[in-house]
């Protein structure tokens, strides 16, 4: 493996994350042809930066890229997971790229429980304490993600923000204490995206091993922005999912 370049996070300055935002613009050359291929390249750049030294291990224990999704636009496996009438029209937070330590963690395929997260209603998404908590704090209303409110298309301005949790063993916001926090000793997690359109938000979320400072994490935010434009063209296109093989409907 190859590692362009490194940064330790807890010494990252205003500098080097715009060192890290210009590094995305070379992800532009890649063919990637769908959102998820596009996608499964961010968090892997990510992954593979955010070190101490070349030679270190990564400071991330996984990072993971989201996107909401209508039952419509999930592919045909993940739809029948997650549909339970015909005439299902609640929207989704689907996993698109996964980056971990543990082989598992490297497909969306083989996440366990986070492959599509109904988006039923603001009641249902109250009671996701780490979903609601992250949507508020990217500066959005639990009603406008599970409903899209086409007003907050302001002359094209799309509200980008981040997620933090300084320590994830004590924060009522992340789950599974027992069979991830504690045993891959996570301490903090950053996030960081937003809106895409109106329509459809995005989030990056990364479970660092170390304990970020909220100085570094509010830094973050200045990625949304690269990320963002990364991944509109798909949205635009409606090129989302890369086909399953095999996958009939």
């Known amino acids: 493996m190859t590692v362009p370049f490194c940064q330790d996070v807890l010494a990252l300055t205003q500098d080097d994350l715009t060192r890290i ?31 101490p030294t070349p030679y270190a291990e990564p400071q991330c224990v996984l990072i993971r890229l989201f996107k909401t999704c209508g039952i419509e636009e999930l592919p045909v496996e993940l739809r029948r997971q997650v ?23 490297n497909s969306r395929h083989t ?45 094209g301005f799309y509200p980008l923000s981040v997620f933090y949790v300084d320590e994830a063993a004590d924060s009522p916001y992340i ?22 359109t109106f329509s459809d938000m995005f989030t990056i979320i990364m479970f660092f091993k170390v304990s970020v400072p909220r ?14 434009q990364l991944l509109l063209p798909f949205q635009n296109s409606g090129q989302i999912f890369t086909p399953t093989a095999g996958a009939r409907a």
Request: hydrophobic fraction near 45%.
């Open 215 to 228: 100085d570094v994490a509010v830094l973050f935010k200045d990625l949304a922005q690269e990320v963002h």
């Open 83 to 105: 549909v339970e009438h015909e005439d299902d029209t609640f929207r989704t937070l689907a996993l698109l790229a996964s980056r971990g330590d543990d082989p598992a963690w």
């Open 175 to 196: 789950p599974a204490k027992g069979d991830f926090v504690v045993p891959y000793d996570i301490h903090s997690v950053v996030g960081f995206g937003g809106l895409i």
């Open 111 to 155: 996440s366990k429980a986070h492959q599509a997260i109904p988006l039923k209603s603001t009641e249902a998404v109250e009671k996701i304490p780490m979903i609601a908590n992250l949507i508020r704090m990217l500066g959005l209303n639990l009603s406008d993600v599970v409903s899209p409110n086409p007003d907050l298309n302001i002359a």
């Open 21 to 51: 935002a210009a590094s995305f613009t070379n992800l532009h050359n890649h063919e990637a042809a769908t959102m998820e291929e596009m996608a499964n390249l961010v968090v892997d750049h990510l992954y593979n930066v955010l070190r």
